[in-house]
């Protein structure tokens, strides 16, 4: 390992959220083209003046700001401490991962029967990532210098 793998998931998670503004400003313009809403009802951020069309898209942006900030939190806090090894890196690509395809459901068929299990898994594997962190800090904290 180079040192730097525990930031590439942090990367991608970051270039979803981009993916997202843009098709959320696609989503926006084109209902604006097609009249069925004003720019001006964006001005004050209201999701009930949000369109059903690109209110999905809002709030899985919005998603992106509440577990994944543990995530980046946890990602950074195991690079210090020299804990972003193997199975540190696999646990936060497989995060990443249930992100994508969190978000791929919640801007399409928004369907909970597939985005609640998907959430699901990205909690649990964001759980096991802090308890790595845990139990390496438990064991290098015990050993002699």
Known sequence: MTGYEMLWPMVAHAGLVYILYGLLGLRRRDLVKAGKIRPSQFRENHAAAEPVESLAA??????????????????ITLFIAQADNLPAVILAWIF????YAHAYVHVTSNNLRYRSPLFALGYIVLGGMWA??????????????
């Open 58 to 75: 809002r709030n899985s942006i919005a998603n992106q700001f509440e577990l994944p900030v543990l995530f980046h939190a946890c990602c």
């Open 132 to 145: 790595w962190l845990a139990v390496w800090l438990a064991v290098t904290q015990t050993m002699p210098a």
């Open 96 to 99: 990443v991962a249930t992100r």
